[in-house]
């Protein structure tokens, strides 16, 4: 089974730093997704993780650790577009599972 | 540069109704394709997968079904529509490699009344 756990809600200021947790359990795993949703749209890819450690691509960051099972994204510098849902995912084979999603909500 | 179309974008069919909604990729061959719901403040449910043409694997019995006719096309079905069938469903591809990420379509919004 499936079992892909991050928080709901979160809420920060333009400008400062946000890290989203992911936790999971999965029959199989080889690699984790994290993807941005705004809302009534598309989710649109952000950054991917197959082995331990941080990967950085502009203001945001992935960090992966494979024997905790567990990842964050950190998104540097907030700007109100940021306003989004998160969402992480682990692969697989050729399959995506998701998790929930965070909602972040950027405040000026 | 490979892009994915996926219509309509909104839809509204009364109960006991068909469907059928259409998922193209451009500018790849031999993609994986998908077709996720997403409900109400819900995560995405993945429905079905394609590794190649006329294979199709279903993840959660349903009301529906999926078809690949050609390479690049994806086609998500009912005989009749459920009240449960409403929700957000969106087309996605993938390069023919395992671990590779997915780039989702605009989606469909389905209301059923």
């Known amino acids: 089974g499936q079992n892909i756990d991050q928080p709901t809600e979160m809420t920060a200021t333009e400008g400062a730093i946000v890290q989203i947790n992911c936790t999971y359990q999965t029959s199989g795993f080889n690699g984790l997704f994290w993807y941005q949703q705004h809302a009534g749209e598309a989710p649109t890819f952000l950054s991917y993780?197959?082995?331990?450690g941080l990967e950085e691509k502009g203001r945001f960051s992935s960090f992966l650790s494979r024997s905790k099972g567990y990842s964050y994204l950190l998104l540097k510098e907030l700007q109100m577009k940021d306003s989004a849902s998160y969402l992480c995912?682990?692969?697989?084979?050729?399959?995506?599972?998701f998790g929930a999603g965070t909602t972040v909500t950027v405040r000026a | 540069s490979q892009t994915i179309h996926q219509w309509p974008a909104t839809l509204v069919q009364p109960v006991g109704s068909p469907l059928s909604l259409e998922c193209t990729v451009e500018?790849?061959?031999?993609?994986?394709l998908y077709w996720y719901r997403q409900a109400a403040g819900r995560g995405l449910q993945l429905l079905f997968y394609s590794v190649g043409i006329g294979q199709i694997s279903s993840e959660v019995p349903q009301n529906l079904s999926a078809s690949r006719p050609q390479d690049r096309q994806f086609i998500l079905s009912s005989k009749k529509l459920l009240l449960s069938d409403s929700g957000f469903y969106l087309c996605a591809w993938s390069a023919g490699f395992s671990n590779q990420p997915q780039h989702f379509g605009d989606g469909t919004r389905l209301s059923i009344l």
């Open positions: 993780n197959v082995l331990d």
């Open positions: 500018g790849t061959s031999n993609p994986n």
């Open positions: 995912a682990v692969s697989n084979d050729y399959k995506l599972s």
